[in-house]
T-cell receptor, first 116, second 112 residues
Framework: NAGVMQNPRHLVRRRGQEARLRCSPM?????VYWYRQLPEEGLKFMVY????????ESGMPKERFSAEFPKEGPSILRIQQVVRGDSAAYFC??????????????FGPGTRLTVT | AQSVTQLDSQVPVFEEAPVELRCNYS??????LFWYVQYPNQGLQLLLK??????LVESINGFEAEFNKSQTSFHLRKPSVHISDTAEYFC??????????FGTGTRLQVFP
């Protein structure tokens, strides 16, 4: 059973470009979470999605960031007009259900975004 | 609001020595507590968790953590570390809702 897949693993963008980060959850998992890890910091929650629904986006910056989890295909975290401060590791996690700590979140290897 | 504090950003230790990584949390509600480990250039792996019941929880590779409600702590311990334990360790808390709140991490460096 494959784990959580993220691609690309490394992404370099110039300031002002768009970044698209993809996450395929584990088989059978319908809940996806995105976290951001800035240098020398812990992971910060960004958004929680179920298929076709955003459940909690309280950690998402108000502008330039969006996330989706369509009925078919991976979850996408999209960052428009990237700035240097967006450079970070972005981790995706999935769980078979949500709304309770009994359901472990399984993490992907992350996408390391570098903005030049 | 919930928060997690890991006071030690780095912990150097010699192989076969004991180690304790400290974690304190603040929360006004019942919490669930986790320790995750991150090896270089990899994602996080769950090491152990406390949901309820026995306050002492153990992992398969010799780590253990004890939930102490009065001290709001969930320190991670191992009686004898190995070189392969070198990694970043994150403590996290959840109030049962969807998100995990992470500490800033402790880098454990094991020397031969």
């Amino acid at each position: 059973n494959a784990g959580v897949m993220q691609n690309p693993r490394h992404l370099v963008r110039r300031r002002g470009q768009e970044a698209r980060l993809r996450c395929s959850p584990m088989k059978g998992h319908s809940h996806v979470y995105w976290y951001r890890q800035l240098p020398e910091e812990g992971l910060k929650f960004m958004v929680y999605l179920q298929k076709e629904n955003i459940i909690d986006e309280s950690g998402m910056p108000k502008e330039r960031f969006s996330a989706e989890f369509p009925k078919e295909g991976p979850s996408i975290l999209r960052i428009q007009q990237v700035v240097r401060g967006d450079s970070a590791a972005y981790f995706c996690a999935s769980s078979p259900s949500g709304g309770g700590a009994s359901y472990e979140q399984y993490f992907g290897p992350g996408t390391r975004l570098t903005v030049t | 609001a919930q928060s997690v504090t890991q006071l030690d950003s780095q912990v150097p230790v010699f192989e076969e020595a004991p180690v304790e990584l400290r974690c304190n949390y603040s929360s006004s509600v019942s919490v669930y507590l986790f320790w995750y480990v991150q090896y270089p250039n990899q994602g996080l792996q769950l090491l152990l968790k406390y949901l309820s019941g026995s306050t002492l929880v153990e992992s398969i590779n010799g780590f253990e953590a004890e939930f102490n409600k009065s001290q709001t702590s969930f320190h991670l311990r191992k009686p004898s570390v190995h070189i392969s334990d070198t990694a970043e360790y994150f403590c996290a808390v959840s109030d049962g809702t969807d998100k995990l709140i992470f500490g800033t991490g402790t880098r454990l460096q094991v020397f031969p």
